[in-house]
């Protein structure tokens, strides 16, 4: 913390902070270690590019000239080859001179390398290295940085004309770098700190160091390469077959037939015109489509399923593919996604040497709680990259690793994400793609944008300097306020870490979240008006205003509630904000703030005493909400039967209904329901509905617990009835998860379950204390 306090320091004596003065702090986290060299007289260099200058070059040329003009106040003529110069040079890329100087290169593609000779600097590398070179010079020896998108990149000043640097090599251990924040989409500031997309979230160009995948052909491709609209009318064996007949599958309802000749030669033709017109681009995705009907009956890919599995399948193929393009074009490489089914590793069959396996643990990951957690802590995790390790030492990962639905919400993951790092080089992860906030900042969104880029780029930097630093220079005059924010922030993670039960979540207590209020709030002060500054304090405090309104208001705090829901909807108009993150609109979000809130204040419904909760709304699919003159407010949910395994088709999520009830209190839990069936008796078991619990576990895909039983009653004439299903007692107030109602399985078609509304008694108010003896008792 030594350097932040300096710096802050800095802030509590002048008010403000010098961005140039903050670059030149001494070491910092990105500071090479080694021996320096001093070339002395800089501003009489020449920068020489080769004769045959690629893109790359001739562009990283101009931005050392561009930034060098800056720092030193001159321009440095630049020349080209084989013009001859007279004194000293700056070579970039693979000039004759570094040929001459016996500088031999790091052949690895995104490699540099710093060298001297004859009191020349030699800056050169792989087919990426150029840019990468220059950039290490201006960031990591000189001080320069682009914090965010939207401040401008700093460059400190040079009063001498003299440049230290550490000669060096290195190529980055992670060749795919890629991070879903909004700030990072941003073509100039993404090369800048070095991200190597795989995606079509950032167009980088090959001059800037990107474009060595084809974001045309980056994932889910099979409905792309075979669009059933093209081929199912003629070549219906390229389709899966199913129950006899052949299926024209599209990207969200099936995947194709993988052992197909057909099926390659298509393939390889579409992908060889797009690799001829897109010289550079090396990576392309022969990759499944994105939903989980994956089977295919016919004999030979049953052959294959038997043996491999799902994986087997899919990975052959693309091997199929990778080889025959490998023919033509020996450094092509073909990933393949290893999600949902195929997540499991084949026993028999490996990617070929052209095939790079892209992992995506959807079923264990995608979720705030494992989002939280080291990605090694999480067993199935462990396992399954563990086993895809012994085939392949060259593997993407898909990684959720950030709030993706929702409004945004303050999220620590620094530290989960930092202790992640060591584990997946271990386990062969040679790319990284980042699932965060899509088209959101996120809280604190643009830090992590930053951080993130820099570990990618070098995972053994500091996360704590690299955190410090940002913030230091970032925040300017609130750099004081905002450091304990995020202190606050990441204290909170250790404990849920340290203190983390399955299904539960992190949850900040009331005196965390006054004190982050109080926090942002000073932050503005201290930001006196600033456009540049108090922007970036009201983007994170409309984050934790989310959190705030993610909690259930009573009549008590429903004023308090209805405040901060102002506040919010002022800043959402003030920062031009309509869609929080993937698939969710601003509109979305703000009606269901406005429901929390009229629950709270016109909530009318009967309850069984003064201190029950009720609950009216549902989350629903499958199941259709309709007018109903025999329900409270007129209207309820209407769920088919014979379909009981659909069991999401009604639920109720924790979210709506857990910070209402008391930990460690006991509830009854009762349903109010009618039933709709034709004929009683020709229902054997005799159950209407099931009602049980699915808790998000973190370290695996879910965890059930007690199921309750509603039963059909042979007296009921059509109206609503009260069904007391059980006791419901909270042990973990942040679980995270839903109860869920299905239908009877034995209900037919045409029957159906009528839920008007769900009510949490406490125990000790309910009258019947020998029924409650004999319940069965669920825990969250």
Same mark, same amino acid.
């Given at each position: 913390m030594k350097l932040l306090k300096q710096r802050l320091l800095a802030v509590l004596i002048f008010g403000t902070i010098s961005l140039t003065f903050c670059a030149n702090l001494g070491t910092t986290a990105l500071s090479p270690t080694g021996a320096t060299v001093t070339l002395e007289n800089i501003k009489e260099f020449s920068i020489l590019i080769p004769k045959q200058a690629t893109a790359q070059e001739k562009y990283s040329a101009t931005m050392l000239r561009d930034y060098f003009g800056k720092m030193y106040d001159t321009k440095l003529t630049l020349v080209q080859e084989p013009q001859v110069v007279k004194g000293k040079i700056i070579s970039v890329g693979n000039t004759a001179a570094a040929k001459k100087a016996k500088i031999k290169a790091d052949p690895r593609e995104q490699a540099y390398k710093l060298a001297v000779a004859a009191g020349n600097l030699y800056i050169m590398g792989g087919t990426r290295g150029p840019i990468y070179g220059v950039i290490a010079l201006l960031e990591e020896d000189l001080g320069c940085r682009w914090y965010a998108k939207d401040d401008a990149p700093v460059i400190p000043k040079h009063s001498k004309s003299s440049l230290t640097f550490v000669?060096?090599?290195?190529?980055?251990? @992670?060749?795919?770098?890629? #991070?879903?924040?909004?700030?990072? !989409?941003?073509? /100039?500031?993404?090369? %800048?700190?070095? #991200? /190597?997309?795989?995606? !079509? @979230?950032?167009?980088?160009? /090959?001059? *800037?160091?990107?474009? &060595?995948?084809?974001?045309?052909? %980056?994932? +889910?491709? =099979? +409905?792309?390469?075979?669009?059933?609209?093209? =081929?199912?009318?003629? +070549?219906?064996? !390229?389709?899966?077959?199913? $129950?006899?007949?052949?299926?024209?599958?599209? $990207? %969200? *309802?099936? /995947? &194709?037939?993988? *052992?197909?000749?057909?099926?390659?030669?298509v393939m390889v033709k579409k992908l060889d015109a797009a690799i001829a017109n897109n010289p550079g681009m090396r990576f392309y995705s022969v990759s499944e489509n994105d939903n989980t009907n994956d089977n295919c009956e016919c004999s030979p890919c049953q052959k294959i399923i038997k043996t491999d599995g799902i994986s087997g399948a899919k990975l052959q193929l693309a091997n199929r593919v990778a080889a025959k393009l490998a023919v033509k074009y020996p450094n092509i490489k073909i990933n393949t996604l290893a999600y949902n089914k195929s997540q499991t590793p084949p026993k028999n069959i490996k990617p070929g040497p052209n095939t790079v396996v892209f992992y995506a643990p959807i079923r264990q990951r995608m979720n705030r709680i494992s989002m939280l957690l080291p990605i090694g802590d999480i067993g199935k995790i462990k396992e399954e990259l563990a086993g895809w390790h012994k085939l392949s030492s060259r593997i993407y990962l898909w990684d959720y690793a950030d709030t993706l639905r929702g409004a945004p919400i303050p999220f620590p993951n620094f530290d989960a994400q930092d202790r992640g790092w060591d584990f997946l080089i271990k386990n062969g992860v040679t790319g990284i793609f980042m699932q965060a906030c899509f088209a959101g900042h996120g809280s604190l969104g643009e830090l992590k944008s930053w951080l993130y880029a820099k570990k990618l780029w070098n995972p053994k930097w500091s996360q704590n300097e690299l955190i410090e630093e940002f913030i230091a220079s970032y925040y300017g005059p609130a750099a004081v306020e905002m450091a304990e924010y995020v202190a606050l922030q990441r204290r909170a993670w250790a404990n849920f870490y340290a203190n983390r039960k399955p299904g539960t979540g992190l949850t900040f207590s009331d005196a965390e979240i006054k004190q982050m209020y109080k926090l942002l709030n000073t932050a503005m002060e201290h930001c006196n008006g600033r456009p540049e500054y108090t922007i970036k304090i009201e983007r994170e405090l409309l984050t934790l205003l989310s959190l705030s309104l993610s909690s259930n208001p009573s009549k008590d705090t429903a004023s308090d509630y209805s405040k901060k829901l102002k506040q919010a909807e002022a800043l959402i108009i003030k920062l031009k904000k309509t869609v929080f993150g993937e698939g969710t609109s601003v509109a979305q979000i703000l009606t269901i703030w406005h429901k929390k809130l009229k629950r709270a204040s016109e909530n009318n419904l009967p309850r069984y005493s003064k201190n029950s909760i009720t609950l009216k709304e549902f989350a629903y699919s499958g199941a259709r909400y309709l007018p109903d003159s025999g329900a409270s407010e007129g209207h309820a949910v209407r769920q088919l039967g014979g379909i009981g395994n659909k069991k999401w088709g009604v639920k109720f999520p924790y979210g709506d209904f857990m910070d209402r009830l008391k930990p460690g209190k006991v509830y009854i839990v009762r349903l109010r329901v009618k039933q709709a069936i034709k004929n009683v008796a020709s229902i054997e078991d005799g159950i209407l509905f099931t009602l049980g619990a699915y808790s998000i576990g973190g370290a695996s895909p879910g965890i059930y617990s007690t199921i309750f039983t509603g039963n059909i009653s042979a007296k009921d004439n059509g109206k609503y009835r009260w069904i007391e299903l059980g006791k419901l007692q909270v042990d973990n107030p942040g679980a995270v998860g839903t109860l869920y109602c299905f239908s009877g399985k034995d209900l037919a078609k045409g029957n159906a379950v009528w839920y008007d509304y769900i009510e949490f008694v406490p125990e000790e108010e309910y009258k019947s204390t020998k029924q409650t003896a004999s319940m069965l008792l669920m825990k969250l």
């Open positions: 000669p060096r090599s290195y190529s980055p251990i @992670f060749e795919i770098r890629e #991070i879903l924040y909004t700030d990072a !989409y941003d073509t /100039q500031w993404a090369a %800048f700190n070095r #991200i /190597q997309p795989l995606s !079509y @979230f950032t167009k980088m160009s /090959q001059e *800037t160091g990107g474009g &060595l995948a084809n974001p045309a052909y %980056f994932i +889910h491709t =099979y +409905h792309r390469l075979i669009p059933a609209s093209e =081929y199912f009318a003629t +070549h219906p064996e !390229y389709f899966p077959l199913r $129950n006899g007949k052949r299926y024209p599958s599209e $990207n %969200f *309802t099936g /995947q &194709l037939c993988y *052992t197909s000749e057909g099926v390659v030669a």
